[in-house]
C-alpha cells in the first residue's frame, strides 16, 4: 500500500470527521414533515413517552407544577410546530430540567413522540360544533350576563377567570361541563377563603393566594384583604364555584352558542 | 500543499499551547482556602461537641441533625436577619446542605460541582466543575446534594456515578474513579459517609433497572475496598425473593446518605424501590432487600441484619430516609433505637442493636395497608391497592409521605420530626423489557385533584409511642429537610419558598421568611466566633441567617 499523501490525508480525515459529525451529531428537526404519525407510531410514541417523559410530565401530559414541566395538553409555548416539539426533545431547553433526549434516541422515536404529543391537541376547525359563536357572543354580554364577572380582551368583570384564551385549552365538552356543572373542576385560585379574625368577624372572598403564613382574598367589591394566618382566629376554604349553574336558565341551543363562541376564543394560530 | 500541512501544524501547535496554558491557568488560578484543622475521624465521631462546624451531611454520625448551638432561641430567633447569599451560577433546584469547617463552607451545585466560601460572606475561594458526559441517565433532575470531608481531602458524589476526590484547600482534582456505568442507568446524587478510614456511598438509578449497591472506598486512592449489593445474587439469602432473574434489575438503590454507631460498629442505609416500580408481576416474591433497612458490618460491609418496610412494593415506596439514631427511654429501659418515617406513611421504632421492630404507626394519610403487624412490623395489605393498566387510587402518591428530606430529631424534646404529605394518586401498570439504559418502570400516576386540595405538615412524633404530638400545616407540598437546635428551635422550609422556625416543643410558629423559590433542601447550622449562622437554600440560592449584630 502507498503512502498516503498529506493532502489525500487530510481529505480522507475530514471524511471522517463529516462522516462522524453527520452521524454521532443529534439531527434537527425541519418543516419536511413527520413520517412517523400512523396510529402506530402515536401508540408506539405514547408508550416512550409514558417510560421516559411521565416522571415529569406526568403519565396524563398534564404538566407537574413541581417539576415546572409544562402541560402538553393544550397549546405549547415553546414550539409551534412539528419540527419545533422534535428540536425541543433533542435539543432540551437550556436553564430548565428539560434534557435533551439520549444521542442514540433514533430520529424515528422522536418522532413518534412528536406524534404522541400531537394526537393530545386537534385542530379547532376540525371540531362540528352544534352553536353559533356570534350568538353565543350576543348572549355572552347580554342575557347570560357573562361578562359582568369574566373578562374578554380586557371587557369585563374581575370576579371570574378571563376567559380571552379558554378556547385554546379546552375542549367543547369542558365548556359546556364549566357551564352547567360549574362545581366540576374549580381551579384553586377561584375557590373562596372565609376568614374569621381574634374578634370574632368574618369576611369572606376569593382565594388570591393561600402559603404557608399567609391568605389574600378579593371580596365582592374587588377589595383584597391580607392576613399573616398567625393573626387570625380560623379561616375555611370553600372549595365550590361562585359561578351559578346555566343547566335550566339557558335552552339547549343558548348553551351550545354559548360553548361555540367560548370555544372560538384563542390566539389567532401563526401560520 | 506544503501551506495546508504547515496551516495544520500551527494550528494544532497554537491549540496545544492553549491547551496547555489553560490547564495552567486551572492548575494555579485556584485561591487556596484559610488554613483548617484537618478533620479527623475522632472528630466526625464527636461532631456534636464541635457544633460550630457542621463537618457531614446529617451533621453528626447519628443523623439526628440536632445542633447544641443555642444563641438562637425560641425568645430571639424573631430577629434573625439575612447576612449573605450565594447565586448558584447552574440554574436548577439547589438540594445541597453545605458543610462547614473552621469558617469555610463547602457548597454542592447542579449538576455535580462544589464551590468553597467564605462562611462569613459567601465570597468565593474557589470551585470545581465536574467534567461531565453527555449521555447522563437520570430520573429525577440535576442535583446534588452534598460532600463528606475527612482530613483535608472532600468527596462528592457526581451524575455519571463516579466518586471524586478534591482538595478542600485548594478544589483540586485528587482522583475520580467511576462508581458504576452511567449509561446503563446509575448516577449518584448524595453525600457520602465517612465511616473510619473508608468512605462509603451508596448509588441511584432505581428507574432504570440497576442492582443496587453499598460501597466503601478507599480515601487515599480511591479503591474500592468492599461492595455489598442490595439485591442478593444466585445462593444467597434472598435471592429467591425475586422470580427468575428479576433480581438482576430490581433496583434497590441506595441513593442516600446513611448513619453510623460507632458503639455498634453497624452502618445504617435505606433502600429504594424494587423495579420496575410498578409492575410487581415480573418480580413475584418479597424482593429483598428493596425498601428495606440494612445494618452494615463498618469494617467489612456484611449485612449484620435487615428490615424491610414493604415488600414486594408495587408504588415506588422508597426507603432510603435517613436512619435517625436515638437512644431513647421506653419501658423502663434505654433503647437503642432507628426511628424512620417512611415514605408508605408509617412510623417505624426499631431496635437498631438487632433490627426488631419495637412499633409503629401511620404518620400520614394511608390507604394501602390495614396496619403493621404487631410482632413483625410487615404490613398488613389492603386487597386491591396494586396499580393495574386502567389506574388505582391509592395514598400516599408516589412522591410518598415523605421522602428524601431529612427528618431531624430533638434531644431536649425527645421528638421526631418530619416533613409529611397527605395526598393520594392514581397509579397505573404497564408492561416493559428491561433495556439497559432505558427507563424501567412499568407504569405511572397522576393527581386527580390540584396540588392544592392535598394536606401537608411538619409533624412532631414521640418515637416511645408513635403518636403525633404536634403539627403545623403548610401549603403543599414541602421537600425541605429539618434541623433542630439547643435553643429549643426547629428549622425547616417549604414549597412555597418560606423558611421558618417552629418552636420545637410546641410547634408554635416563630419566625418565618418569605425566599420566593422552593426549599429543595435541609438547614444547617454553625458558628464563627461565637456568632451562630443558619444556612438554607432555596431555589438556585444559598441563603445566612444570623441575629442582629
Not at chain 1, 361562585?242 to 351550545?256: A, H, I, K, Q, V
Request: charged residues 20%; proline residues 5%.
Amino acid at each position: 500500500m502507498g503512502q498516503i499523501s498529506p493532502l489525500r490525508w487530510l481529505g480522507l480525515s475530514a471524511a471522517a470527521l463529516s462522516a462522524f459529525i453527520v452521524t454521532s451529531l443529534p439531527s434537527h428537526g425541519e418543516d419536511a414533515g413527520n413520517l412517523y404519525n400512523t396510529a402506530v407510531d402515536i401508540r408506539l410514541g405514547q408508550r416512550y413517552f409514558e417510560r421516559q417523559c411521565s416522571r415529569c410530565h406526568g403519565f396524563d401530559a398534564k404538566g407537574n407544577d413541581e417539576t415546572g414541566a409544562p402541560d402538553l395538553t393544550g397549546r405549547l409555548n415553546r414550539a409551534s410546530s412539528d419540527a419545533g416539539i422534535f428540536n425541543i426533545i433533542r435539543e432540551g431547553v437550556p436553564g430548565t430540567a428539560m434534557l435533551p433526549v439520549d444521542s442514540e434516541v433514533p430520529d424515528a422515536t422522536v418522532w413518534q413522540l412528536v406524534s404522541y404529543i400531537g394526537s393530545l391537541r386537534y385542530d379547532p376547525a376540525s371540531v362540528e360544533l352544534a352553536g353559533d359563536a356570534d350568538s353565543g357572543a350576543r348572549l355572552f354580554n347580554g342575557a347570560a350576563d357573562c361578562s359582568s364577572c369574566h373578562m374578554i380582551e380586557g371587557e369585563g368583570g374581575r370576579m371570574g377567570p378571563d376567559l380571552s384564551r379558554v378556547g385554546e385549552n379546552s375542549t367543547p365538552d369542558d365548556l359546556m361541563t364549566a357551564l352547567v356543572n360549574p362545581d366540576a373542576d374549580v381551579d384553586p385560585r377561584w375557590w373562596q377563603l372565609r376568614v374569621t379574625d381574634r374578634e370574632g368577624s368574618v369576611r369572606q372572598g376569593f382565594r388570591m393566594n393561600e402559603d404557608s403564613f399567609s391568605l389574600r382574598i378579593m371580596d365582592d367589591n374587588a377589595e383584597l384583604w391580607s392576613y399573616p394566618k398567625n393573626r387570625i382566629a380560623n379561616y375555611d376554604r370553600i372549595e365550590t364555584s361562585t359561578m351559578p349553574s346555566y343547566d335550566g336558565r339557558l335552552t339547549e341551543s343558548e348553551l351550545d352558542d354559548l360553548v361555540a363562541y367560548l370555544f372560538s376564543l384563542r390566539r389567532e394560530v401563526q401560520q | 500543499m506544503k501551506k495546508i500541512t504547515l496551516a495544520i501544524t500551527c494550528l494544532l501547535a497554537s491549540w496545544q499551547v492553549t491547551a496547555q496554558e489553560t490547564a495552567q491557568e486551572q492548575q494555579f488560578s485556584t485561591v487556596i482556602t484559610p488554613a483548617f484543622t484537618p478533620v479527623t475521624w475522632e472528630r466526625l465521631v464527636d461532631a456534636r461537641n464541635e457544633p460550630e462546624n457542621w463537618l457531614m451531611y446529617s451533621g453528626t454520625l447519628d443523623s439526628q441533625r440536632y445542633s447544641l448551638l443555642d444563641q438562637v432561641t425560641t425568645d430571639n430567633v424573631h430577629q434573625l436577619e439575612m447576612q449573605w447569599s450565594y447565586q448558584i451560577p447552574v440554574i436548577d433546584r439547589a438540594e445541597t446542605v453545605p458543610l462547614v469547617v473552621d469558617g469555610i463552607m463547602f457548597i454542592t451545585e447542579a449538576p455535580s460541582n462544589v464551590v468553597a466560601v467564605d462562611a462569613r460572606t459567601g465570597r468565593e475561594y474557589w470551585r470545581y466543575d465536574h467534567e461531565m458526559p453527555d449521555d447522563l441517565r437520570i430520573c429525577c433532575g440535576r442535583n446534588n446534594r452534598g460532600v463528606a470531608i475527612l482530613g483535608e481531602t472532600l468527596f462528592m458524589s457526581t451524575l455519571d456515578a463516579h466518586l471524586v476526590a478534591i482538595d478542600a484547600r485548594t478544589g483540586n482534582l485528587l482522583w475520580d474513579v467511576e462508581v458504576a456505568a452511567h449509561d446503563a442507568g446509575y448516577s449518584k446524587t448524595a453525600a457520602p459517609l465517612i465511616v473510619k478510614d473508608k468512605v462509603v456511598t451508596g448509588i441511584a438509578g432505581g428507574e432504570f433497572g440497576i442492582r443496587g449497591f453499598i460501597d466503601a472506598y478507599d480515601p487515599e486512592t480511591g479503591e474500592r475496598i468492599w461492595r455489598t449489593y442490595a439485591i442478593p445474587g444466585p445462593g444467597e439469602f434472598g435471592n429467591d425473593t425475586w422470580s427468575d432473574d428479576s433480581w438482576r434489575t430490581g433496583g434497590a438503590a441506595t441513593w442516600l446518605t446513611g448513619s453510623y454507631d460507632p458503639d455498634l460498629n453497624l452502618i445504617y442505609w435505606g433502600t429504594g424501590n424494587p423495579g420496575p416500580d410498578w409492575n410487581g408481576d415480573v418480580r413475584l416474591g418479597d424482593n429483598l432487600y428493596s425498601d428495606s433497612a440494612l445494618a452494615l458490618n463498618g469494617d467489612t460491609g456484611e449485612i449484620d441484619w435487615h428490615f424491610q418496610f414493604t415488600p414486594h412494593d408495587v408504588h415506588d415506596y422508597d426507603s432510603i430516609q435517613i436512619p435517625i439514631l436515638a437512644d431513647i427511654e421506653m419501658d423502663g429501659r434505654t433503647v437503642k433505637s432507628m426511628l424512620w418515617a417512611n415514605r408508605n406513611a408509617f412510623f417505624y421504632t426499631i431496635d437498631r442493636a438487632n433490627g426488631e421492630f419495637l412499633h409503629g404507626k401511620p404518620y400520614a394519610t394511608q390507604t394501602w395497608a390495614e396496619g403493621l403487624d404487631p410482632v413483625s412490623g410487615r404490613p398488613i395489605r389492603v386487597p386491591g391497592m396494586a396499580p393495574t393498566y386502567e389506574g388505582t387510587l391509592v395514598a400516599p402518591p408516589i412522591v410518598g409521605a415523605t421522602n428524601w428530606y431529612s427528618p431531624g430529631y430533638s434531644q431536649d424534646t425527645g421528638l421526631f420530626y418530619v416533613t409529611s404529605f397527605d395526598g393520594a394518586q392514581e397509579f397505573f401498570k404497564r408492561d416493559e423489557d428491561y433495556e439497559e439504559g432505558e427507563r424501567f418502570t412499568g407504569g405511572g400516576g397522576r393527581y386527580l385533584q390540584p396540588m392544592d386540595a392535598f394536606h401537608s405538615s411538619i409533624r412532631a412524633i414521640d418515637p416511645t409511642t408513635a403518636d403525633i404530638v404536634w403539627e403545623f400545616p403548610i401549603m403543599p407540598r414541602s421537600s425541605a429537610g429539618i434541623t433542630t437546635t439547643a435553643g429549643g428551635l426547629v428549622f425547616t422550609g417549604s414549597a412555597d419558598g418560606y423558611f421558618f422556625a417552629l418552636d420545637a416543643a410546641t410547634g408554635d410558629e416563630l419566625w418565618n421568611i418569605s425566599l420566593g423559590a422552593r426549599v429543595h433542601a435541609a438547614p444547617m447550622t454553625y458558628a464563627i466566633d461565637g456568632r451562630q449562622y443558619v444556612t438554607i437554600a432555596s431555589g438556585n440560592v444559598v441563603y445566612t441567617f444570623a441575629l442582629e449584630e
